[in-house]
């Protein structure tokens, strides 16, 4: 795939000095853009503030309090919380245009819109105390982020907005750490009115998505390979990819194979002509220490807490020598699950499992044509997904 780009730029490199490529490629604007921007490009409100974790990480959360044309002196609006999934941000819920985007539908739709991002990630990349140049700033996982992460950001949205209950909508790694959170603590569980699951992830025994090669090697093999700090970050040579590459019809179908890489995609179902915004937003990283821990669930075929590798270090942080499973059956809140006949990441046998241990299912819906990345980027999302959210959202409201 590097290959592959590298002779796009020459490509590139030779259409620009015969001047051929010129009236062939559109930037979009947002391709520019941080997400405060892109929000405002559309013509919606936004906020941002930073939330500390009891651990001392800091998470840039957004927020779009009312949707375009409303004022805000309006009654108080039902609070929806938007957590995106792994080597992903915030700006998967805005990189489409309004009708197309779910963060600007709900917003529309009466909603308080908060948009969260996980440790680590391009907006979230900040401590109390800690260098993300330390290798001790990203001794973390998922562990964390459903610990931490969750609680630290659903209590700020809470107290900010006055609110007893907030709705959640979680994609992928957004599912696994609330069914993490939600079954093992149970004063956060009950601030969730309801849990929107998309393409959920609990268990990865089926998944056919080609980071199951990290599997097969070792954790050494796999920190000589990647280090100890921060896997798959965006760099300028992304922006420089996304901004003069893969704007270019040309380079569509490159593009897409590269950044979907990990998850698959559907060219039918993409609008292919933004796919500079979505590469110029991700991916946005993670710990190489939060992928360990996707091997060993795929190892394991069980979703439990990180392994440390050795008795003593499982005891300190667990009190026990091995790491706890999760329990996902201990979770009573109301729970709307959507997930993907073609989705390599979330497969649809990992979801047949899944559903009879969630204990109050209210709805489950299988799309036979979705992947991965059609939840928050499909063209037809609107109308597979979120209308039914969104309808399901005002009668919970009503209750």
């Not at 309004?98 to 990349?125: C, E, I, K, M, Q």
């Not at 609110?163 to 957004?174: A, K």
């Not at 268990?203 to 090697?217: A, Q």
């Not at 896997?231 to 922006?239: A, R, S, V």
Request: aromatic share 14%; charged share 20%.
């Amino acid at each position: 795939m590097w290959q592959l780009l590298a002779a796009a730029c020459w490509m590139l490199l030779i259409g620009s000095i015969y001047g051929y490529d010129k009236k062939r490629s559109i930037t979009n604007p947002e391709a520019k853009m941080n997400i405060s921007q892109i929000i405002s490009y559309w013509g919606y409100p936004y906020e941002e503030y930073d939330v500390a974790t009891k651990d001392g990480y800091i998470l840039g959360i957004y927020r779009i309090p009312h949707g375009r044309g409303c004022t805000r002196e309006t009654a108080p609006k039902p609070a929806v919380y938007l957590q995106h999934g792994l080597i992903a941000s915030a700006s998967n819920w805005i990189c489409n245009p309004p009708n197309n985007s779910l963060a600007f539908l709900l917003a529309d739709n009466g909603y308080d819109v908060w948009l969260g991002n996980s440790r680590g990630n391009t907006w979230s990349r900040k401590h109390l105390k800690l260098s993300p140049k330390s290798p001790e700033y990203w001794a973390f996982s998922f562990d964390e982020m459903a610990k931490y992460d969750l609680p630290a950001t659903i209590n700020f949205i809470i107290e900010k907005t006055g609110q007893e209950q907030l709705y959640y909508v979680g994609h992928s790694q957004g599912t696994t750490i609330a069914f993490i959170a939600f079954s093992t603590n149970p004063e956060l569980a009950k601030r969730i009115k309801v849990f929107f699951a998309l393409a959920p992830v609990f268990t990865v025994t089926y998944s056919r998505s080609p980071m199951r090669k990290l599997t097969t090697l070792s954790r050494q093999v796999v920190k000589a390979l990647f280090g100890d700090k921060m896997f798959y970050p965006h760099t300028l040579f992304d922006e420089f990819i996304a901004t003069k590459i893969c704007n270019r019809k040309l380079f569509h179908r490159i593009c897409s194979n590269f950044l979907f890489t990990l998850s698959g995609f559907d060219p039918k179902n993409l609008n292919m002509s933004r796919l500079d915004v979505y590469l110029s937003q991700n991916p946005a990283g993670t710990s190489v220490q939060n992928m360990l821990h996707w091997a060993q669930a795929v190892n394991s075929g069980r979703l439990q807490a990180f392994d440390w590798g050795n008795p003593d270090q499982n005891i300190m942080h667990f009190q026990q020598l091995t790491p706890p499973l999760y329990n996902v059956t201990k979770m009573e809140v109301p729970t709307a699950v959507w997930s993907g006949g073609q989705d390599v990441v979330a497969d649809s046998k990992d979801v047949e499992n899944l559903l009879p241990k969630i204990a109050n299912l209210i709805y489950y819906k299988l799309i036979p044509h979705y992947n991965h990345v059609d939840f928050y980027l499909g063209q037809d999302a609107p109308q597979e997904i979120y209308q039914d959210l969104i309808i399901m959202m005002k009668e919970y409201s009503q209750n």
